[in-house]
């Protein structure tokens, strides 16, 4: 899972959350199960499209196939 580091930066940099603001523990780990659980989705829906092409390596092309449905599926 991502490490709490990570977790905190994310949180603050990428939505540009006011650094005074605090993530509770909880919060936190709620988090970076989602962020965890994203990849790993990707992950594995790229890796279907690539099998699907018939080949055994993942490339660009296999993450803008998938990257639509697995975005409406995680909103």
């Known amino acids: ?9 994310l949180a603050h940099e990428a939505h540009g959350l006011d ?8 919060a936190g780990k709620v988090a970076g199960f989602m962020v965890d659980a994203f990849v790993r989705e990707t992950v594995a829906r790229a890796a279907t499209a690539a099998q699907l092409d018939g080949v055994n390596k993942v490339g660009i092309q296999h993450l803008e196939k998938i990257l639509p449905q697995l975005l409406l599926d995680f909103s």
């Open 19 to 26: 650094p005074s603001i605090k993530i509770s523990s909880s």
């Open 1 to 9: 899972m991502a490490s709490e580091r990570i977790r905190k930066r």
